[in-house]
């Protein structure tokens, strides 16, 4: 009925520029092709999301070989390359409802000039056609331009696709590559891993203070080669109800699910950042992934932060407020949880 009121109206066909009349006709036509395109932009999208799970998990495995510099790069191109594809979406959705938004401005003035029974001279030049004629150029413009750009963002995104090691990657991801869990998995989405180390000598209980309490104190220990987490009686106690087959007693958990190797942490620190701070917003926080991957992006290049110290926190807010006391000197005003470093004697 719109359409119809649209094209078929006389008033309309002689109030508006064979060019505007054309670039409406090409905008109710290529309805279907942007939603096409959208779609596509957000096949990419949940691509780059699947790749993200993926390198995650090889991030998180010991038994993967991987290319630090090389890894380090992608990880920073990750989230420009996303941001591309929302630029694209988020343009390609403006488009749609400006268009939509001016064709039923078009037809409540061809209806309102119908039936007041004006003469087209009248709407000639009201300052009602001026406003919308003049909306609607500046949104042809704005067509052309965004269709420009988004034929560029795609040619970035496909050739990010192409890249030898994304392509081995996505190799990876659609082989269905078995989901890794890393250390600092949120106790209420527990699944059992092998990521802990069997550490189950009385010296290494002793030094994490494996008690049935609370422990909130993490320790680095380059004496001992180990990372000790901070825990709660909770945490535990739901892994030992959760899974009473794989765990016997309090200490076995805390042995195979807080206490890891020293170098798990500062082999390898840029991806190590990457790897707990995307754990930490995506497991513990459930947060959306592009949300986990943004903020392990910006989260990976804080050379002054320890990543085991991202592993002992339980939530963002806490690695945030760390971040905060750092920047401004004042490590001591940190309590969510104490640090201890033990450093090897020279």
Request: aromatic share 10%; net charge negative; glycine share 0%.
């Amino acid at each position: 009925m719109e359409q119809s009121v649209i094209y078929n109206n006389t008033v309309f066909n002689n109030l508006f520029s064979p060019k505007e009349f054309e670039f409406l006709n090409y905008m109710n036509n290529s309805l279907e092709k942007i939603d096409d395109i959208i779609e596509k932009e957000k096949a990419n999208e949940n691509m780059i999301i699947k790749f993200i799970d993926n390198l995650h998990n090889m991030l998180s495995s010991n038994s993967v070989n991987i290319d630090l510099e090389t890894t380090n790069n992608l990880i920073s191109e990750l989230k420009n390359i996303l941001n591309l594809l929302n630029d694209n979406i988020k343009t390609l959705e403006n488009n749609k409802q400006t268009y939509h938004e001016i064709k039923n401005d078009i037809v409540d003035l061809s209806l309102k000039a119908n039936s007041e029974n004006n003469s087209k001279n009248n709407y000639k030049s009201s300052s009602e056609l001026t406003e919308l004629r003049t909306r609607l150029n500046n949104f042809a413009n704005t067509v052309e331009k965004t269709k420009s750009q988004i034929f560029l963002n795609d040619i970035k995104v496909d050739t990010f696709f192409t890249k030898p090691i994304v392509k081995k990657y996505l190799l990876y991801c659609s082989s269905g590559i078995q989901n890794i869990t890393n250390s600092t998995e949120y106790v209420e989405n527990l699944e059992p891993n092998s990521q802990g180390t069997e550490n189950n000598s009385s010296d290494s209980l002793t030094n994490s203070k494996a008690t049935n309490e609370d422990n909130p104190v993490l320790i680095i220990s380059e004496r001992d080669k180990k990372v000790y987490l901070p825990y709660s009686k909770k945490e535990v106690l739901t892994y030992l109800e959760q899974y009473p087959e794989q765990y016997k007693s309090f200490d076995e958990v805390i042995s195979q699910k807080f206490i890891f190797p020293l170098d798990f942490y500062i082999k390898h620190p840029v991806v190590a950042r990457f790897r707990e701070s995307y754990s930490l917003v995506r497991n513990k926080e459930s947060k959306p992934k592009i949300e986990a991957l943004k903020f392990a992006i910006d989260t990976m290049f804080h050379y002054e932060l320890n990543p085991a110290i991202i592993a002992a926190c339980k939530s963002q807010n806490q690695i945030e407020n760390y971040l905060s006391c750092i920047k401004e000197k004042r490590e001591n005003e940190f309590t969510d949880f104490e640090i201890k470093f033990e450093v090897s004697p020279l």
